[in-house]
């Protein structure tokens, strides 16, 4: 029989009328990942007195800390008449505003600790567990905004990593009695500038927010509880002389190493490139050669090295022109005084990040001893040099697991 004209067709007898969840549960099984979504959550936005020590306490978050937000501020930003610092660290400028931080697990552990350009700058760069390709500098974010001479005026936007590949290194936060400590000394507002501005204030705020992991609503917990990836500045020794053909001893180690940062400082504190003079025509060319335990795992002229942290980091890629002239550097240079050995490039030639298996992860034990050997040394006008490693350094509860644990 028909349905008359005009009428409604009845509705289906299905389920699609009964009230559902405001959420999906995934049944269980599974990685860590599936079940525990990101969050983020306030931690404190206080003020910090330039040349004082800062470190309100932390509070709790509903989960598994994958990481810390930090942002700087002025709180009162001057009106005119500001002249920055010209000499030294003056590149270190913002970052330079925090002279120590300190970043330490429930237990007492140091995850990171050092001077605040290392700390809030180089540590992101080098491990991409902020960002990737460009991205790894907090300097290409939307939110930085670089100092302006005048007025003081500036916001710094970083981050402090716990997991280093996805899911794997995070730190409790739901247990109240069991928080990380973050501590930090703000320099002098005479570190930042020779000529302090007019009304310039007191005071940095600081704001803090965790990005964190979901407790999961199913029986599962990240991989490696306890595994920690720590990274930590320690200055080589000996101090390198302009010119000189040397070894100089990294700070012994014991772990899994993700990747090796060296840095140069001269003198008055300034990063400086001196490393051997890469291969040109007609010019003396020096080399760079890095060993573990006497050995030479790297024996490379400069130019490659460098190529080598353009395909594996980014750093430093330009686009080409005519064929006289050299690459145009469009994304994010190599900062002045730094180069890195990576170890994160387990899945292809490239760094990506938190996705990496773990594979190539370099082992060290306490007795490791890293070197690394100029041959000879570039030019150093303030003299001696100082050559600092910021290394990161995977420590794991058991055996380290390799593989990709999040899938």
Known sequence: MSQPSGTALAPAATAAGRPQPQTTTEPAGGPFVRHAPKGRRPIYSQPATFGTFFGPPMVSSPGWNAGFRLSMFPVTAGSSGGVLQATGASADIPQSVVSLLQMKDAWGTNLLAGPGWEMLQLVQILSGQFGIDY????????????ITAATGAFKQSTY?????????????????ALLPVLQMTMAANSVLFSTVPTGYGTTVQVA??????????????????????????????????????????????????????????????????????????????????????GVPIYDTDMGTFFDDLAIQMGWGVGVGGAQSTAP??????????????????????????????????MSTNPGTQLELGFSPAGTISNTPATVSAVIGQVVPTGALIQGLPEI
Do not use: H
């Open 135 to 146: 991205s790894r500098s907090p300097q290409n974010l939307p939110s930085w905004t670089g």
């Open 160 to 176: 402090l990593p716990f997991e280093f590949t996805k899911g794997y290194g995070l730190i409790s936060g739901a247990n109240a």
């Open 208 to 293: 803090n927010e965790a990005d964190f992991y979901w407790l999961p609503n199913v029986s599962v917990d990240p991989p490696g509880i306890g595994t920690t990836c720590q990274y930590i500045f320690q200055p080589c020794n000996p101090p390198l002389p302009s010119g000189s053909t040397l070894r100089i001893q990294l700070p012994r180690l014991g772990g899994y190493l993700t990747v090796v940062g060296i840095e140069i400082r001269d003198s008055t504190n300034a990063r400086i490139d001196a490393w051997p003079v890469a291969q040109a025509t007609g010019a003396a060319a020096g080399r760079l050669q890095i060993y573990q335990d």
């Open 328 to 361: 145009t550097v469009t994304g994010m240079p190599r900062p002045t005084g730094v180069i890195a050995l990576n170890r994160k490039t387990s899945l292809a030639q490239r760094d990506f990040g938190l996705f990496d298996t773990g594979e190539t992860f």
